[in-house]
Structure formats: structure tokens, C-alpha cells
């Protein structure tokens, strides 16, 4: 027990610290879990409603095909994205990607929008049939339709995207294989525990997720407070 | 006579049965048609099927004199509005509801506010604009899914059961702003109803359905009246009909 209370002191000391170091990786970490998040939110809620609300051939399959990618192992996913951008047999080998920021992000949309598609489906599937064919009655065309369908399932659309960056921020495999955990270019939260644990050093390591997850829980909560505004004050 | 809907040779089947088989049927325009019958009529069918939210089998559907066949564009669709027997309102504001069908219209902010104050005005919840319409009671939910329905002054109101398990009151109110859209706005009105009494206080004309089939339209006066047929005095006088 002592040892993690002297875990969460280091923790909060090296935040207080304000050392650049940390800061920038926290920044990194955030940065990049961010931007996928947003890019997965573009895909994923559009993709979601459309697959949710419509009935066409080989929807069924295509609903397996998403849940089957939410739990896609991220290590899987790093490998692909680290073929696909490798200087040697990659497509997008030219464009040198492989160990940036950039190649940390294609693998997190990878991981993050299945997931965001897939949560996305079932919001708009549990939406009141009635409430869908009175927009259609009042006379809403597709995007009408789809819109208020998604501003109807937004909370659960909202706890899709919270799941999704809560998935990237705590992600390790892909982006250590396609970022390569490279000091002040590449490494982040995760692969920052992971070199420390490989280096032996627990308690640092442990200060580090320590760290993590009080930035997901402000996050969090800040997400939270904002639905429950928007809730109360919706016009 | 102008017909709003003309229906010729109208069938829809579900898996293989009939639940609808209509020869021939008219609709006036401008007037209140009541559609009665039993449970399983098809009632809502027809309704469903003249607001496209379903397909004929067969058939023709004329909406103003153009054939729609149970698929009418989006034109069409919205010169139509319909209110279903569950009241409907969206997670949104009490005027978010109202403005609704206006916003889809693009209709400017200062119409949509002045018609959203003037109809809410009439449903008595000018102070409840700004509350959320998932927290309002039943009664109250359907006057306002009602009041959405009609802001856009549509040519044509679809209402399946509009007034079931209403208290009285409510009940009242709903009918004064049905004859409020069709005197005010000139809208027809078609309203499924199992009430017979609504049925004879609200439509000029209705039209009595049983299994699906037409067996009896006209004037109310002469269906309440006097019925040519018996099934259709039984279904009046309230025997049973199977």
C-alpha cells in the first residue's frame, strides 16, 4: 500500500514539476488521441446512422464486419498500418509516415471508428421507430431524418465517442509499433509506461498511469458537464 | 368535385394476405373524412399508404390528381402531415418541437416564431415553450404533436386515432384545433377513429372499412343516418363484428 501512495505522490510532484518533458508527452498523447477521436467521430456517426436507419443487402454481414473490428487487436492493427506506411513493400511508403505523429493517428482512426460506427448503430437503432416516421410525415428528407435521429440518440452517440477516446488513450501496441516510442517525437502516455516498466522502473511507470488517468477522468468529466448542459438548455 | 385522394383498385398485402382491398374511394378536398371500423380494418394501412410511409401492393393513389401509387416524392410529402395514436415528441424544446416542421420547410426565424406563439397560444402552452416535451403529460404531448403537424398549413392532415386515451378535455381541445386547420389553413382532414361519436361530431364524410374493404362512403349524415348496409348499422350500433 505504501509503495502506491509513494506512487501517487511521484505522480503528482512530477505534475507539479511542470517538467517539458512530461508535459510534452502528455501533450502528445493528447494530441493524437484527440484528432483520431475527431476524425473516427466524422466516420463513424454518419457511417452508424446511415448503416442504423437503412435496410439494404448485406447489412447484416456489415454489422458483424464492425462489431468484429471493435475488438480488433490493436497490435494487429499496428502491423497493418506499419506495412502499409514501411518504405520497402508499403503503398504509402513514399510519403515517409512511419515513426510520425501522423502514422500514430491512421492506426488510432483504425481502432477508434469501428468502435464509434458500431455503439453508433445500436444508439440509432434504439431509437423510437414512432419518432422516425413522424419526422418522415412532417415531411424530412434523408438528411433531415438523419440529423434528428442523431441529435434523439446523442447521449448514447456521446458515450460512443467517450468510449472510443477512452479506448485510444489507453492504447500501447499500435502506436508503439507505428510510432516507435521515439523521445520528444513519438512517445506518449502509454509507450512512456511501458519503456519505464522494461527499465525496471515500477514506480514510475505506475506515476505515469497514475497521471493517465487523472487527465481521462478530467476529460471525462468535462464531456459529462458539457452533455448535461447541452441537456438542460437544448432548444 | 375536387378530390384530394382518388384510390382505385388499392391492395396491400402482408406475407401473402390481403389486409386491404379497396375498389374505388374519394377523398374531397377541403372536407373532413372519418374512417371507421374494427380493429384490423386497415385503418392505419390506409393511412400509412397515402402518407408513403408504406407501399401499396397495387394499385393507383392520386394526391390532387397526380398518381402517387403509395410513393409520393418529397413534394408531395410535404404538403401532407400526420399524427399517430401514440403522442410523439421529439428530445427537444416544446418550441423545437413546434418550429420543427417549419425548419424543414426553411421557413425564416421571425415566421417560425411568430407561428410558433400564435398556435401555442391556441393549445394553451404559450408558458411552456422553452420546457422540455418529453416532460410533458399525454394530453398534453398530443396537442403539441397535433399544433407541429399542422404549423405548416398542410393540404392534407393524417390522424390515426389522434384522440384515444385522452381525458376529455384534451379531447375537446384536439377537435377545436382540428376545425381550426381546416377552416383557418383549408386543410383536409382524414381521421382514423374508433370513437363514433368523434366520428359523427368531427367528418362531413366517412367511410366504413371492414376486413380491408370498403363497405360503405358517403356523407356522415347518411352513414349515421341512414346505412345501406347492415354490416355497417351493426358496426354503428355497436354489435360485434368479426
Redesign the interface.
Known amino acids: 500500500m505504501e509503495y502506491f501512495a509513494e506512487a501517487f505522490n511521484k505522480a503528482l510532484s512530477l505534475m507539479l514539476s511542470l517538467d517539458p518533458e512530461l508535459y510534452g508527452i502528455i501533450l502528445l498523447s493528447l494530441k493524437v488521441s484527440v484528432i483520431a477521436t475527431l476524425i473516427s467521430t466524422f466516420i463513424g456517426i454518419p457511417l452508424g446512422t446511415v448503416i442504423g436507419l437503412n435496410k439494404f443487402w448485406g447489412r447484416t454481414a456489415l454489422i458483424n464486419v464492425t462489431n468484429t473490428f471493435m475488438g480488433m487487436p490493436p497490435v494487429v492493427v499496428g502491423l497493418l498500418v506499419y506495412i502499409l506506411l514501411s518504405n520497402q513493400i508499403g503503398l504509402l511508403g513514399p510519403l515517409r509516415l512511419l515513426f510520425t505523429p501522423t502514422a500514430m493517428i491512421i492506426a488510432q482512426v483504425l481502432l477508434a471508428t469501428p468502435i464509434v460506427t458500431g455503439l453508433t448503430i445500436v444508439a440509432v437503432q434504439g431509437v423510437?421507430p414512432?419518432?422516425k416516421?413522424?419526422?418522415?410525415?412532417?415531411?424530412?428528407?434523408g438528411l433531415?431524418l438523419m440529423w434528428?435521429v442523431i441529435?434523439?440518440a446523442r447521449y448514447a452517440i456521446g458515450a460512443a465517442v467517450i468510449t472510443g477516446f477512452g479506448r485510444l488513450t489507453a492504447e500501447v501496441g499500435a502506436v508503439m509499433m507505428v510510432g516507435g516510442n521515439i523521445r520528444f517525437q513519438t512517445r506518449v502516455m502509454t509507450t512512456s509506461i511501458a519503456l519505464h516498466k522494461g527499465m525496471g522502473e515500477f514506480q514510475m511507470a505506475l506515476a505515469l498511469g497514475i497521471i493517465l488517468i487523472i487527465i481521462s477522468l478530467l476529460i471525462n468529466s468535462a464531456l459529462d458537464i458539457l452533455r448535461g448542459t447541452r441537456g438542460a438548455s437544448?432548444? | 368535385m375536387n378530390m384530394i385522394f382518388s384510390i382505385k383498385a388499392l391492395t396491400k398485402e402482408y406475407n401473402g394476405r390481403k389486409v386491404l382491398d379497396i375498389e374505388e374511394l374519394y377523398m374531397e378536398k377541403g372536407s373532413i373524412t372519418g374512417i371507421i371500423g374494427p380493429s384490423g380494418a386497415g385503418k392505419s394501412t390506409l393511412l400509412y399508404i397515402l402518407n408513403g410511409l408504406e407501399k401499396a401492393s397495387s394499385g393507383e393513389i392520386f394526391f390532387n390528381g397526380k398518381k402517387i401509387n403509395g410513393e409520393p416524392d418529397i413534394e408531395a410529402r410535404r404538403k401532407m402531415s400526420m399524427v399517430f395514436q401514440k403522442p410523439t415528441v421529439f428530445n427537444m424544446s416544446v418550441y423545437g418541437n413546434m418550429a420543427y416542421s417549419l425548419k424543414l420547410r426553411g421557413f425564416s426565424k421571425q415566421e417560425i416564431r411568430n407561428r410558433v406563439i400564435e398556435l401555442s397560444r391556441f393549445i394553451s402552452m404559450e408558458d411552456k415553450l422553452r420546457q422540455r416535451a418529453v416532460t410533458l403529460s399525454g394530453g398534453e404531448a398530443q396537442r403539441l404533436s397535433l399544433a407541429r403537424a399542422i404549423i405548416h398549413r398542410p393540404e392534407v392532415l393524417l390522424l390515426d386515432e389522434p384522440t384515444a386515451n385522452l381525458d376529455p378535455a384534451n379531447v375537446a381541445m384536439m377537435e377545436k384545433l382540428i376545425l381550426h386547420a381546416r377552416t383557418e389553413y383549408g386543410t383536409s382532414i382524414i381521421v382514423v377513429t374508433h370513437n363514433m361519436f368523434q366520428a359523427k361530431r368531427l367528418s362531413d364524410n366517412s367511410v366504413f372499412l371492414l376486413n380491408g374493404n370498403v363497405i360503405e362512403s358517403g356523407s356522415s349524415a347518411q352513414i349515421f343516418g341512414s346505412p345501406q348496409d347492415t354490416r355497417t348499422l351493426d358496426f354503428i350500433e355497436g354489435k360485434m363484428i368479426y
Open positions: 423510437d414512432l419518432i416516421k413522424t419526422s418522415v410525415s412532417l415531411g424530412a428528407n433531415q434528428l441529435k434523439e437544448d432548444r
